[in-house]
């Protein structure tokens, strides 16, 4: 056994995550202390901490720093990362507060809990050892547990919360016993120490218990980026949840899982990657084909946004099977993406509805159009970028995700991709075609627009239209990250 | 150590018990507890394999894999709870309001 010695510890490629812990226990405390009524302010004050924290993070740019003895890393993937966390977070407490007050649910833990979720989350991205990456998952998880269980009252949010909660600790369960075998094959938890391990190895492919223990985390992580086969819960979850969380939850965590698998499966499992890719073509493949063909027979509209993101994650999944500096810097602009116009969906989805939600199906949309112009070209908007439409973000986000497929010879993985993607425009159109052509079933029992959904909505109108006019800039840095990978 | 393979066997052997379990049972607190068996045999893989490479990495693993379970313990019988408050049941044939 060797000695423990204590390193020195360097608090700066964590200070983000401090700052956002010790706010959320503030937090805490305030709504303790504080007299029952009003929490609107504690959704202001988050939201201006998790700006901070933006700020902190993207001071962070370009810098390369590694502290607690190699566990935590400090580079441009993380930072980019971080900040796709911080804006989804961001987004989603904006259009908390009007949605738990209309379902009387409006209990100040909320936001103390979402910026948990983002703690943990940013300790993923960050993370550079086993224990630092697991560790995160599930100070994110287990604040997502609560958060999709958040409505106590409510049936289906009951519902959501064990459903997540078992089928998601069941699937730690095989990430952990993954990180366990590797562990035991390469005698180290440091990703840099695995890789190095595994590059001295001859035909690591040919040792049992390696490829089994990559075989697990690889099932692990497919549970949580929600790919099929191990998508089962995904539709439930998000339909069961309430709405700002199914937003922030088909975002952040989603982004999050594909953060930590990138970093594991491309720093420290490069020398298996002609196995794990392989994989990869075929669970991108089913992910798409189940999410679309299943997202086409949805009537109830967070169904179906559940269905297609589980599509998103598919597309996302062909990048990750190209593996190269093309198809990975396009997950992290997708996922950027992705964060705007499904956050905004979900925010006209919120205003539509009326409480308890007791249908939400795509007819509740009918004759939208003309009631409310603006907002519904705003869902318009979001629709056409999901289904890729140019000139909106999704469509470039897919153009670099199927051109990285391209360039790496899987050219049928990205005629399957391109073929998905037509098929997904049936029930994204579906949802414009009701807005405008169909006549309003009854009358409209409007949610009032409040200041804070209106700032989301804009900021996601902007964010998906300038990603998609000019996306350059923002691939510059995404390339960045993921060159000094 | 001599005889590493044994304990890798049993916390398979436990880890394949835990696993059916989940799949199997219908009471959400079994299945509960035969998530806790998969990862308890996680971690005895953990301190054998900690054992027999010498190195302290994995028994450290050990100590955060038991603090997160008692995490999730805490939040997974609160929502459990919840749930039963609204349904009196905690049978997960009855937790069957969303459907495709």
């Known amino acids: 056994m060797?000695?423990?010695?204590i390193p020195a510890v360097n608090f700066t490629p964590i200070l983000p995550e401090i700052f956002l812990s010790v706010l959320a226990m503030f937090l805490l405390l305030m709504n303790v202390f504080s007299p029952n009524g009003k929490k609107t302010y504690l959704s202001y004050i988050s939201f201006i901490g998790l700006a901070a924290a933006a700020v902190l993070v993207g001071s962070g740019w370009g810098a390369h720093v590694e502290s607690f003895n190699g566990a935590v890393v400090l580079d441009n993937f993380a930072t980019f990362f971080k900040i796709i966390f911080l804006l989804s977070a961001g987004l989603a407490v904006l259009i908390s507060d009007q949605y738990m007050e209309r379902e009387g649910c409006n209990h100040g833990e909320l936001y103390p809990i979402i910026l948990f979720t983002v703690v943990g989350m940013m300790l993923m991205a960050s993370g550079t050892d086993l224990m630092t990456i697991f560790l995160g998952l599930e100070v994110m998880s287990v604040a997502l547990y609560v958060l999709s269980g958040f409505n106590r009252a409510n049936r289906k949010s009951n519902e959501a919360g064990i459903k997540y909660f078992l089928l998601g600790s069941f699937s730690t369960g095989f990430l952990l016993y993954g990180m366990a075998?590797?562990?035991?094959?390469?005698?180290?938890?440091r990703i840099a120490g695995i890789a190095a391990i595994l590059g001295q190895m001859t035909l690591p492919s040919t040792n049992i218990m390696l490829v089994a223990g990559m075989l697990l985390m690889f099932t692990g992580f497919a549970f949580k980026v929600a790919a099929a086969p191990f998508h089962m819960w995904t539709p439930d979850v998000y339909e069961g949840a309430p709405t700002p969380m199914t937003a922030f939850m088909s975002t952040g965590p989603k982004a999050a899982a594909f953060a930590a698998s990138l970093r594991l499966?491309?720093?420290?499992?490069?020398?298996?990657?002609v196995e794990w890719s392989q994989l990869l073509w075929v669970l991108a493949v089913l992910t798409m084909t189940v999410g679309n063909i299943t997202a086409l027979r949805q009537d109830n509209?967070?169904?179906?946004?559940?269905?297609s993101s589980i599509a998103h994650a598919g597309y996302c999944l062909v990048g990750f099977a190209a593996g190269n500096g093309t198809g990975t810097s396009a997950i992290l602009f997708y996922m950027l993406s992705y964060a705007f116009m499904n956050i905004g969906a979900f925010a006209i989805i919120i205003l539509v509805a009326k409480k308890g939600e007791p249908n939400g199906t795509v007819m509740d949309l009918a004759g939208f159009g003309f009631k409310h112009p603006v907002l519904a070209l705003a869902m318009t908007i979001f629709m056409f970028s999901l289904a890729g439409v140019p000139p909106t973000a999704g469509f470039i986000g897919k153009f670099y995700?199927?051109?990285?497929?391209?360039?790496?010879?899987?050219?049928?993985?990205?005629?399957?991709?391109?073929?998905?993607?037509?098929?997904?425009?049936?029930?994204?159109?579906?949802?414009?075609v009701y807005m405008y052509m169909k006549d309003p079933t009854e009358e409209f029992e409007w949610t009032k627009l409040t200041a804070p959904v209106a700032l989301a909505l804009v900021l996601a109108v902007a964010g998906t239209l300038i990603l998609g006019i000019v996306p350059s800039f923002v691939l510059q840095y995404a390339q960045l990250a993921v060159s000094m990978l | 150590m001599e005889n590493l393979n044994g304990y890798l066997i049993v916390s398979a052997i436990l880890f394949s018990i835990g696993t059916i379990g989940v799949l199997t049972r219908k009471n959400a607190i079994v299945i509960f507890m035969c998530i806790e068996l998969m990862l308890n045999a996680v971690n005895l893989t953990f301190v054998a394999l900690s054992r027999h490479l010498g190195n302290l990495d994995g028994q450290i693993f050990v100590f955060f894999i038991m603090t997160v379970a008692a995490a999730e313990a805490a939040v997974g019988l609160a929502l459990i709870i919840a749930f039963f408050n609204n349904k009196e049941t905690i049978d997960v044939d009855d937790i069957n309001l969303m459907k495709w």
């Open chain 1, 301 to 307: 509209i967070k169904r179906m946004l559940a269905y």
């Open chain 1, 181 to 189: 075998l590797i562990y035991g094959a390469t005698g180290t938890t």
């Open chain 1, 401 to 432: 995700l199927f051109s990285g497929a391209v360039q790496q010879g899987y050219i049928w993985l990205a005629i399957l991709g391109v073929l998905n993607s037509a098929a997904s425009v049936y029930y994204y159109l579906r949802v414009i």
């Open chain 1, 265 to 273: 499966f491309l720093v420290a499992l490069p020398t298996l990657q």
């Open chain 1, 2 to 5: 060797d000695m423990i010695t």
